[in-house]
């Protein structure tokens, strides 16, 4: 289950961006302003060239937009009262093969996207608001989760085809992709240090493994291991982070995956970080 013990971080009223590093394709934050929160991505810690802006409740509060270079916005909509100071609200942004998506939490339909105009490698990104508005800020990639030896799924939405995890248990880190909250039929399990901590492998709706790998000891309880999965048109790949993935497979009939479930058992527990 989550540590939901995470911390809040607060901006003023300078429009001013603090920026933090990121290694997957999604950011999943909330935010509690009046108006005005501002997201930049950027190739470092800083405003670089090129950047995407993306504003939200911006206007009085009254629209939302991205834009690129600091030049003309690349979408503009209405989104009256998508942001208050009275509570927080969550959104994500998925930036992966040359577009942009931005969404609200709990719902996978975004609000805006586009193709990024000159791709570029993203790094970074920076938060702030302005114009009138202090915010406070909470960024899921800060959440710690922990999982029994009870083979038993906890589920999180996940909004992009791509997320890096990283996992400190002894064998069996379990990674269920879903199209709800919940097991369905279908669904992807990934089993990562099976087999007492010596296979890896990935197995479609219960049945069969579609694939099974050798992996000796790619597990440990004392360090935190780092992995990557995508998902993207029914292709399925599992990797250590920042290198050549060492399992994939592809489902000739593949489906939206809206959930990632994440468990341990046979003996193990866990303790998880995920960034979206």
């Known amino acids: 289950m989550a540590d939901d013990n995470w911390a809040p971080y ?3 009223e300078e429009k001013e961006y603090r920026f933090r590093a990121i290694k997957g ?23 670089t060239d090129p950047m995407l802006e ?3 409740g911006a206007w009085e509060g009254a629209a939302s937009a991205i834009r690129f270079k600091k030049g003309e916005d690349l979408v503009k909509v209405d989104t009256p009262d998508i942001v208050t100071e009275a509570e927080y609200r969550e959104f ?24 990024i105009p000159e791709p570029f490698e993203i790094t970074h990104f920076g938060y702030s608001t302005g114009w009138g508005a202090v915010g406070w800020w909470q960024f899921h990639s800060e959440r710690h989760f922990n999982s029994g030896d009870t083979l038993t799924y906890n589920f999180e939405p996940v909004y992009g085809d791509t997320f890096n995890f990283s996992v400190a248990c002894s064998n069996d880190a379990h990674v269920a992709l879903t199209s709800g909250a919940e097991e369905t039929t279908p669904m992807y399990e990934l089993f990562i240090g099976g087999w007492e901590n010596q296979h890896s492998a990935i197995r479609l709706s ?16 004392d360090e935190d ?16 982070q920042d290198s050549d993935p060492f399992m994939g497979w592809t489902d000739p009939e593949p489906w ?18 995920f960034e979206y």
């Open 10 to 12: 607060g901006t003023d």
């Open 25 to 47: 394709k999604t950011l999943r934050f909330q935010v509690k302003t009046a108006h005005d929160a501002h997201i930049a991505l950027t190739s470092g810690e800083e405003e």
């Open 54 to 56: 993306i504003f939200i």
């Open 92 to 115: 994500w942004v998925a930036f992966d093969h040359d577009e942009i998506r931005v969404g609200k939490g709990g719902e996978w339909d975004p609000l805006m996207m586009c193709p």
């Open 206 to 221: 219960k049945g069969d493994d579609m694939i099974k790998v050798e992996t000796p000891d790619i597990l440990c309880c």
């Open 225 to 240: 291991r780092k992995f990557y999965v995508t998902f993207r048109n029914g292709r399925i790949t599992v990797g250590y």
């Open 256 to 273: 939206k995956v809206t959930h990632i479930g994440y468990s341990t058992g046979w003996g193990a527990t866990g303790k998880w970080k």
